[in-house]
């Protein structure tokens, strides 16, 4: 289910996204460095919650096809911006109600959002849903237990609009992945942003 108040700031957020996730492009190449050994050129991959493609054009490059969605509007059309390559493109849906096939994908990634989902147990069926028979989920999240400021940093977001519904440690986040059907490959824990970012990878089990 949508949150419409948090689509909103996301709607209105969507053109300076890319220009504040600069200052973070260290965190997100650490972070493509743990992913990119499980990526293969067979493979058909679903990005949710894309934003205006911080990972799309990084990891894309490793696969057959890379679909990328996100629940804004705006977001979608300043990802277009960047461009679109042959096996790269962009579309608006949202994670928990999604309109592919059963096992479709080969691999799904999900990046700093379950925690701001006010139903990330719906978004974690879809996935389940969606990947193939032990497809693999990359779902690296802000672990905010894991932050000393966490507080501080939160209620200034809170001031902004921004909402944030969950919030886990590392053994937390890995007990929520593996209810959904999921066996925990590996989880590393990758410093320097808002807070601690678990980058967590997971095969789909029966």
């Not at 928990?96 to 719906?122: G, Q, R, W, Y």
């Amino acid at each position: 289910m949508i949150d419409k108040s948090n689509k909103k700031f996301w709607d209105k957020f969507a053109k300076l996204y890319a220009p504040f996730m600069k200052k973070d492009k260290e965190i997100y190449d650490k972070i493509c460095e743990y992913i990119t050994p499980h990526l293969n050129k067979d493979m058909n991959a679903l990005e949710l919650a894309c934003g205006s493609g911080q990972f799309s054009f990084s990891l894309s490059k490793h696969t057959q096809n890379w679909i990328s969605t996100d629940f804004s509007e705006q977001m979608i059309l300043e990802a277009r911006k960047r461009g679109e390559a042959k096996n790269l493109i962009f579309e608006v849906a949202d994670a928990t109600s999604l309109s592919f096939d059963n096992e479709k994908f080969d691999c799904v990634l999900i990046a700093n959002a379950l925690h701001i989902m006010p139903k990330p147990d719906e978004a974690m069926k879809e996935i389940y849903r969606v990947l193939k028979p032990d497809g693999i989920l990359f779902a690296p999240t802000f672990l905010w237990k894991e932050g000393k400021q966490r507080k501080i940093i939160k209620s200034l977001m809170s001031i902004s609009g921004f909402k944030m519904y969950k919030e886990w440690n590392k053994n937390q986040f890995e007990d929520f992945i593996e209810k959904y059907g999921f066996l925990v490959l590996e989880i590393e824990l990758v410093y320097g942003g808002l807070a601690p970012i678990g980058v967590m990878i997971a095969q789909k089990v029966a």
